[in-house]
């Protein structure tokens, strides 16, 4: 695998996917490979399944992985989880991943990963301003890039709309749950929107999930004051900055570990000449 490829994994509440990234370009450098999210999706079933969508690719040690979880990840640790299993509220994710697949990664939250990968080669690609992220999905995730700094584990899919979690009812979950048309969803999606523009005044609003495939269904129907467009890297968003952001993540750690290793060899000499 070439010097510039990290693998980005995306774990959904159906299906989780991983591919290889081109990190110049953030084009898939191999076909995404995914597997159905096992139930009960708990901590050891999905470390598991991450394992493999890992070893699928055969990555050196040196290859960077990210992976996108559906729920708050502070500092690694997992701290809600509105779809998947419960027992995953407090667990280790860097950790638990790192067991299963032999491999270090860097985790983050999904929506947050597929903001940084619209901002990095996406819809939002340099953009100034304030950019809202969401993505449509089994849950609804949201991200915040302003200025091209990510506002991490936003949770803007659980405000309340009518009395109700908002990701209950403009979730694409939802046309399922509730059988709704097209335009029943998009009177949902309506509410959902104008509350966000009410609450945030983005420049630019992003939809990302399977559904912004048929944006073309439901998008122009929507009244906002923002633009509000398709992810351009549609659903592999996530995949992707996942990819990018544990690469960044990897120079980061590298850097300060060197760093660190310059101030001991620096306090050490100074130790040996004041002697
Ligand atoms: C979770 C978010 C997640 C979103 C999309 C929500 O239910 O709370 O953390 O980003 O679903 O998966």
């Keep these: 695998m070439s010097k510039n490829i990290a693998i980005g994994v995306d774990i959904g509440g159906t299906g989780i996917k991983a591919a290889p990234v ?9 076909d995404r490979y ?11 079933a999905i470390a598991r399944t991450v394992a493999k969508v890992i070893a699928k690719f055969n990555p050196s ?11 708050v990840v502070q500092h690694g640790i997992v701290k809600t989880a ?4 419960d027992s995953w509220i407090g ?25 940084f990968g619209e901002y990095r080669f996406g819809a939002a690609h340099g953009r100034r301003g304030s950019i809202l992220m969401t993505t449509l999905g089994t849950g609804i995730g949201t991200a915040m890039i302003v ?21 209950d009812r403009a979730a694409e979950s939802a046309r399922d749950r509730y059988g709704y048309d097209w335009e029943q969803w998009i009177e949902q ?13 983005p420049d630019l ?46 120079k980061y750690e590298r850097d300060e570990a060197k760093a660190a290793e310059r101030s001991a060899k620096k306090k050490a000499a100074k130790e040996h000449s004041d002697a």
């Design 22 to 30: 081109n990190l110049k370009t953030g084009q898939f450098t191999e």
């Design 34 to 44: 995914r597997i159905p999210t096992p139930q009960p999706s708990t901590p050891d």
């Design 82 to 85: 509105a779809n998947v299993d």
């Design 91 to 115: 667990t280790d994710l860097r950790a638990i991943i790192r067991d299963y697949a032999g491999h270090d990664v860097h985790v983050l939250n999904d929506a947050d990963a597929a903001g």
């Design 61 to 71: 040690k040196k290859v960077p992985i990210g992976v996108a979880f559906p729920g």
């Design 205 to 250: 609003i992003i939809v990302g999930g399977g559904v912004s495939k048929s944006h073309h269904m439901f998008l122009p129907k929507l009244r906002l004051r923002a633009p509000i467009i398709p992810a351009e890297l549609l659903n592999g968003a996530g995949i992707v900055g996942a990819a990018a952001a544990a690469a960044v993540e990897m």
């Design 147 to 167: 200025d091209g700094t990510l506002v991490p584990n936003l949770e803007l899919g659980h405000i309340l709309i009518d009395g109700h979690d908002a990701e």
């Design 189 to 201: 999606l309506q509410k959902y929107y104008s509350e966000m523009e009410r609450l945030l005044w």
